[in-house]
Every structure is written in structure tokens, then in C-alpha cells.
Nanobody, 118 residues
Framework: QVQLVESGGGLVQAGGSLRLSCAVSGSLFSLDAMNWYRQAPGKQRELVAIILRGDKTVYADSVKGRFTISRDNAKNTVYLQMNSLKPDDTAVYYC????????????WGQGTQVTVSS
């Protein structure tokens, strides 16, 4: 069974940076894709970034150029570096994992709150 635990959320001023971490219970090589989602109050959950085997990455247009997803296989950890944060980035951020490509992720973390003040 795979477990995901997010950390690193908090309160930051607009223009600031945060790095979120997602600790994975097993090897990252056993998963086809790792994802970061977010959900803001009153809005649907949004896919923010994906990292695949070979470290190919995909980003939502809303965060492209500002956020970077990466992983450290030795630590079994996925990161989301968030720069130039905006108030619209305020949301609960979730780490998620897919056993195989496509569809809804098979595993989800508990979420970590990111609040960006104006």
C-alpha cells in the first residue's frame, strides 16, 4: 500500500516562495506518475503539475513558469517549488500518485494548506 504525506504549506506574502514536499511510502519507481493538485475554496480541484518516469513534467497554464515539480528518488520524495506566489494560488495542495498513466490518481495525501496574502 502506498501512503503519501504532504508538508511545507503555510502563510506567505504575494511574491514569495514555498516548497511543498510529498513523502512516499514506497519507491517512486513503482509509480508511473506523481501529481500535485490544488483546491481553492468554492472551486473544483485543479491539476497543477505532473512528473513522469524520466522526469518529464507537465504544468497547468496557471502555474507554468512559476512552479517546478521534482523528485528525489533516494528520499522517495516529490517536491513542488512555488515561486512568485499570488493570492490566487491560495488552496489546499494535494500530492497524488498513479500506478499507471491516465485516469484518476490511485493514491492521495491528506493535503497541506497554502495561503498567499496580498
Amino acid at each position: 500500500q502506498v501512503q503519501l504525506v504532504e508538508s511545507g504549506g503555510g502563510l506567505v506574502q504575494a511574491g514569495g516562495s514555498l516548497r511543498l514536499s510529498c513523502a512516499v511510502s514506497g519507491s517512486l519507481f513503482s509509480l508511473d506518475a506523481m501529481n500535485w493538485y490544488r483546491q481553492a475554496p468554492g472551486k473544483q480541484r485543479e491539476l497543477v503539475a505532473i512528473i513522469l518516469r524520466g522526469d518529464k513534467t507537465v504544468y497547468a497554464d496557471s502555474v507554468k513558469g512559476r512552479f517546478t515539480i521534482s523528485r528525489d528518488n533516494a528520499k522517495n520524495t516529490v517536491y513542488l517549488q512555488m515561486n512568485s506566489l499570488k493570492p490566487d494560488d491560495t488552496a489546499v495542495y494535494y500530492c497524488a500518485a498513479n500506478r499507471r498513466f491516465g485516469g484518476t490518481p490511485d493514491y492521495w495525501g491528506q493535503g497541506t494548506q497554502v495561503t498567499v496574502s496580498s
